[in-house]
């Protein structure tokens, strides 16, 4: 008959099971008797012997923060429907869908209180490796919105509920990022016989405004005409649409803040027809129109369109334009990137980057320079001959 083994303690520490857990002496607050703590949960004797250190510094300053049992699946099911009132609902839905896949099927049943920045980093390499369902690593950028539910999380953690010393997440190793360049750039030919095309479409003037103001989906989705005066001219955005769960919402703008967007002569006449059209469909509806809010672009009904709706028109729109010229075809291209199209044509043409960074409404400069960094070379490239060629007209 095999002798059971007893466990043994050294120094503080000792395995259980499977795992390490470690013990220390902690005075009570209230009646001052010291008491020991048992912490479990550890995967290695370093791991536990690194958390009794540093709870051992904790206890002798007095900053000792009791640890309890609850796990990181359990605390971010808690924390995330408390922080509902906070975001937005895209954001949101953004946060769920990091914890459901990929932060609690490997990290969900690890006790909080044992997540140390190694923990984290592990978790970070492992989601870069084989983070997809298929076995496939995920893009460093989608590892990086892991990170940052984690670290808000964890941040909560420690400064709202008190159940963290300090944020592992700030001490993670987090992969590099990759800067998304833009996709389909159409030169402005192309681009021309694209709205050719799209003009007879009803929805001819949110193609037309996404590409002369570099304005996102969202934000022409929202818009109503008493944000746009053809008069001065411009539009001011201030707020943003979108689809969660099938139902469309509506909310800030990305960045949270509104902006006035100058259009030019041209634009503010495809504009003064398109509320000519939707005037008309108003009249002819009567009672019918379902338009309360005075959207600029609408159902045939009146509604406020969806973003989807859109973004599904733009390849049909493609498509019939190289039915008719099928000896010049134009590219694949998303919706999004008729807002590319405008930042490069600026760039290009040697509008100032904060004016470009002003229009997309990017919070800081430095985010177009990020994003648009090919465009900026190729002006670096003949800044030598512009200006050698400005000295030699002056001589």
Known sequence: M????????RD???KRGTTWSYVIRVKDPETGESKPKWVSGFATEDDAKAARDEARVKA????????NAITVAEYLAEWIEGHAVEIK?????????MIRLYIEPNIGRVRLQAVRPATLTKLYRDLLTA???NGKGLAPNTVK????????ALSDAVLVDEILPSNPAERAKLPRAQVTEPGTVWAPAQLRG??????????????????YTGARRGELCNLRWADVDLDTPQIRVTGSSAVVEGERIEGTTKGGRSRVVSLDAETVEVLR??????????????????????????????????????????????KAYNDTEPSKPLPRARLHDLRHIHATTLLLAGVPVHVVAARLGHSDPAITLRVYAHVIHEQMASAADIFASSISRTS
């Open 131 to 133: 983070g997809r369902r």
């Open 60 to 67: 002798r300053r007095g900053e000792y923060i009791d640890r």
């Open 194 to 211: 694209f709205l050719t095309a799209a003009r007879s479409h009803r929805l001819f003037a949110f193609f037309h405004l996404a590409a």
């Open 2 to 9: 095999t002798k059971k083994t007893t466990p043994k303690l």
């Open 12 to 14: 503080g520490v000792m």
């Open 273 to 318: 027809e398109h509320r000519r059209r939707q005037r008309a469909d108003r009249l002819r509806l009567g009672e019918s129109w379902k338009g309360a809010d005075d959207y600029v672009f609408t159902t045939g009904w009146g509604e406020p369109i969806y973003p989807d709706t859109v973004s599904s028109l733009m390849p049909t729109l493609i």
């Open 89 to 97: 609902p895209k954001t949101l839905a953004g946060y769920r869908v």
């Open 145 to 152: 919105n892991v990170h940052t539910v984690l670290r808000k």
